[in-house]
């Protein structure tokens, strides 16, 4: 192993580390300290997309710690943290995705952490605590979730006949009913469709082999930086429109083979466009 390797082996295995203790920190606290009255604090896109008092205590959490040990990096949160940096490293978090799931007590919600370098995702940890399992990943080194090696469900032979997708919606209307009809074309195409309200989780499941693939527009960089390169880790190929990378226009994640036909089938629907 030359130098320069070793060095970048070496960086992304103290980013990893960062990530998982900063995750696991933050998974502590919002599992252990979720006040029984938990309600809205604020909303963002539209006033049923809401922010939470323990979304902002975790990212508080999250960007405090990473302060603290890489002081220099650059960092992209969810709730508005923001800083440019200066060590070529960006950290791009989401405190609680699937806050709508935390705030009613449901159990489909995670910490999500990713590391950049240059622009590109070289750590991903998502951790979901009431699962008791978190995720992670680093370029080039496989995907786990603990000690367990992550490998997709191949391909349906039966094809999208055969496929079980996971989707999410948006919280803007007109987005929703834009959603709804591809939605309603799909459906009828598919083996089933599941919506679990975390697209963290979703591309994770995809991982895991839980689900065969998983699509969703509207999604930020802080939803689906860790989740998907654990799944592309995990040998998912991950994209957005046919020749682009996933997206705010459309985020897609299935295995070899079944990844081109979904993408595909979603391209002809209009998926990426209200």
Not at 221 to 230: K, N, R, S, V
Request: with cysteine; proline share 5%.
């Amino acid at each position: 192993m030359t130098e320069n390797a070793e060095n970048a082996a070496g960086l992304t295995a103290e980013l990893l580390a960062v990530a998982m203790e900063a995750a696991d920190r933050a998974g502590t606290l919002l599992r252990d300290g979720r006040p029984a009255d938990l309600g809205v604090a604020a909303t963002k896109t539209s006033p049923i997309d809401v922010v939470t008092e323990m979304d902002i205590a975790a990212e508080k959490l999250i960007t405090g710690f990473l302060a603290e040990r890489r002081p220099h990096d650059g960092l992209l949160g969810e709730e508005g943290a923001s800083t440019e940096g200066t060590s070529g490293v960006r950290w791009v978090i989401d405190p609680i995705d699937g806050t709508v799931n935390y705030l009613y007590g449901l159990p489909s919600w995670a910490v999500s952490i990713a590391a950049e370098i240059d622009g590109e995702a070289v750590v991903g940890v998502v951790a979901a605590p009431v699962r008791g399992e978190t995720y992670h990943a680093v370029r080039g080194g496989g995907a786990f979730a603990g000690d367990r090696r992550l490998e997709v469900r191949p391909a349906p032979a039966g094809g999208l006949a055969q496929a079980l997708i996971g989707t999410g919606f948006g919280y803007l209307t007109a987005r929703r009913a834009a959603q709804a009809e591809v939605l309603r074309t799909l459906l009828p195409e598919v083996r089933d469709i599941r919506r679990g309200g975390s697209a963290a989780i979703d591309l994770c499941d995809v991982a895991c082999g839980r689900l065969d693939g998983y699509y969703e527009r509207g999604l930020n960089p802080w939803d689906f930086a860790a989740g998907a390169l654990i799944a592309r880790e995990a040998g998912a190929l991950t994209g957005g429109r046919p020749g682009a990378p996933e997206s705010g226009e459309l985020t897609v994640a299935a295995a070899p083979g079944l990844f081109e036909v979904l993408q595909g089938r979603l391209e002809g629907l209009g998926a990426w466009h209200d």
